[in-house]
């Protein structure tokens, strides 16, 4: 059973588009999170939930708004896409603010192509 | 400004040897510090992680080293192997903002 599940795994979409990505996990974590790969492999939190509950929200442009309808769900939904928004985007659980002993549990990424 | 910084940016290691990654840090609030291991295509994986009341851990072929006063921290991998080809990056958490923060991140390559 995959613990955290992000689909769509490729997503190829033109300038000015809208698109999201969801995420899911089945491990009964509290705290969930978006983060962003660039081609450099640097990885920036852009948004943490626990609980439903938006608790951290970078400087990220508003075209990227969160929802989290549970605590198990974290969707990601972009606005306007820009040729800057491509890169790879990795969904984390946690129990947990920095996950304790089992730190964050990642997906296997989104990688999204901005053409 | 970059918060967690990571060095090398590029590792190549002969089977057998030992693998050395480190990493410093500014913010004294951190209380947390994990490594993570990324292989092509996967997510960010945990490997092991210390806080700062122990200066060292070990799991099996893995240790971090801890130097609070210094501010810096490294990922030792003993006896590498092929299979420990991968990304590894530091972080540093604190309990208080609840956000992981990472480093820049490293490419290992073992040679057989």
């Known amino acids: 059973d995959t613990a955290v599940s992000q689909t769509p795994k490729y997503l190829v979409t033109q300038m000015g588009n809208d698109k999201s990505i969801k995420c899911e996990q089945n491990?009964?974590?509290?705290?969930m999170y978006w983060y962003k790969q660039d081609s450099k492999k640097f990885l920036k939190i852009m948004f943490s939930y626990n609980n439903k509950e938006l608790i951290i929200n970078e400087t990220v442009p508003n075209r990227f708004s969160p929802k989290s309808p549970d605590k198990a769900h974290l969707n990601l939904h972009i606005n306007s896409l820009e040729l800057g928004d491509s890169a790879v985007y990795f969904c984390?659980?946690?129990?947990?603010?920095?996950?304790?002993?089992?730190?964050?549990?990642f997906g296997s990424g989104t990688r999204l192509t901005v053409v | 400004q970059q918060q967690v910084k990571q060095s090398p940016q590029s590792l190549i290691v002969q089977k057998g040897g030992i693998s050395i990654i480190n990493c410093a840090y500014e913010n004294t609030a951190f209380d947390y510090f994990p490594w993570y291991q990324q292989f092509p295509g996967k997510g960010p994986a945990l490997l092991i992680a210390i806080r700062p009341d122990v200066s060292e851990k070990k799991e099996g072929r893995f240790t971090i080293s801890f130097n609070k006063s210094a501010k810096q921290f490294s990922l030792h991998i003993m006896d590498s192997q092929p299979g420990d080809s991968a990304t590894y990056f530091c972080?540093?958490?604190?309990?208080?903002?609840?956000?992981?923060?990472f480093g820049q991140g490293t490419t290992l390559q073992v040679k057989p």
């Open positions: 972080a540093c958490g604190s309990s208080n903002t609840g956000k992981l923060i």
């Open positions: 491990l009964g974590h509290d705290t």
């Open positions: 984390a659980s946690s129990q947990g603010e920095t996950g304790g002993a089992g730190g964050y549990t």
